[in-house]
């Protein structure tokens, strides 16, 4: 079992930027990848970001140059640095433990409870 505590989210302006944290435990040893997924309301929820053991990174084309996904090995965290935010952001933004298929990110099926972003304009 893999436990994830997503915090961070808030309410910023446009052009503001935030940092979310997402912290693991439990069987951590399993996790391979980590990512960031975003759901709006209305909207399915799509991948933004994702980082493997060794580092690699994916972005979704909406995010890239604005967002950028880290970890943390030692304190078993991933993080979010989102800036340039655009109210298009808005959403409620969860982390997942997965992994990798080639240089695609595939989630696994632990999820945190998620953290809310609002960007106003």
């Known amino acids: 079992q893999v436990q994830l505590v997503e915090s961070g989210g808030g309410l910023v302006q446009a052009g503001g930027s935030l940092r979310l944290s997402c912290a693991a435990s439990g069987s951590i040893f399993s996790i391979n990848a980590m990512g960031w997924y975003r759901q709006a309301p209305g909207k399915q929820r799509e991948l933004v970001a994702a980082?493997?053991?060794?580092?690699?990174?994916n972005y979704a084309e909406s995010v890239k140059g604005r967002f950028t996904i880290s970890r943390d090995n030692a304190k078993n965290t991933v993080y979010l640095q989102m800036n340039s935010l655009k109210p298009e952001d808005t959403a409620a933004y969860y982390c997942?433990?997965?992994?990798?298929?080639?240089?695609?990110?595939?989630?696994?099926?632990?999820w945190g409870q998620g953290t809310q972003v609002n960007v106003s304009s």
């Open positions: 997942n433990a997965g992994g990798y298929s080639g240089s695609s990110y595939y989630p696994g099926g632990y």
């Open positions: 980082i493997s053991r060794g580092g690699s990174t």
